[in-house]
């Protein structure tokens, strides 16, 4: 009797302890802890040489899309803010994997600098008409960037590959700048060759520097 009454007594408080349990789940919208699904794995930093690759194939395609005016001025203006484009976006994917305190600091001064340039750029060509001259300007400076910058390989860390392509490219700005103060007829815009010029020759000299001392 005392075993049966024992057995009613942990049945009755079983049952208490579900009708519990069932009433706090009912108020209760979360799932059961084993079902709650587990938070996906961050996603891994892009591959600094992918990205630094695909800024410059963009740069690339944007120029050869590119519809030269005849105009020197438009034209000018039109290719150095796709260039600049590209080395901002080879530049962003480039920092991520910076192992060299120098070369990080380019990138980190360089962007926010070509961005201030594409800015002024952008207003320039907003304002400005294509007048109606007959320059082959356009159409050279495009294929003076796309020989330059045209790379067979790249070397395999991130700074060395950084610095190997940014020498090209701050050259090919220099030469398409330096061509343009011979064509070009709006102050402004030959003042800022003039400057992109000075500054993106004596950034390559620096590069090239660096990459001698970095066989």
Wanted: overall charge negative; glycine content about 6%.
């Amino acid at each position: 009797m005392k075993t049966t009454l024992a057995t009613l007594s942990l049945a009755t408080l079983f049952l208490a302890a579900c009708g519990d349990s069932t009433q706090n789940n009912a108020g209760n919208t979360e799932a059961p802890h084993d079902t709650i699904a587990t938070a996906a794995p961050a996603t891994p930093a892009a591959d600094p040489m992918v990205g630094m690759k695909a800024g410059m194939t963009k740069m690339m395609a944007d120029l050869k899309a590119m519809q030269p005016t005849s105009d020197p001025d438009h034209d000018f203006a039109a290719t150095m803010r796709t260039h600049h484009q590209g080395a901002v976006e080879m530049m962003q994917a480039y920092l991520p994997g910076a192992g060299d305190a120098m070369l990080r600091g380019i990138a980190e001064k360089g962007i926010p600098k070509q961005q201030g340039e594409i800015s002024e750029l952008s207003t320039f060509l907003s304002r400005h008409q294509p007048g109606a001259q007959k320059s082959d300007y356009g159409k050279d400076a495009m294929q003076i960037v796309l020989d330059m910058m045209a790379m067979d390989a790249m070397p395999q860390s991130a700074d060395k590959a950084f610095a190997a392509m940014m020498i090209p490219h701050h050259e090919s700005a220099v030469h398409i700048s330096q061509m343009y103060a011979s064509q070009g007829k709006d102050e402004t815009m030959k003042a800022m060759a003039k400057k992109i010029a000075d500054e993106q020759q004596k950034e390559a000299d620096v590069l090239k520097k660096w990459m001698q001392g970095h066989p």
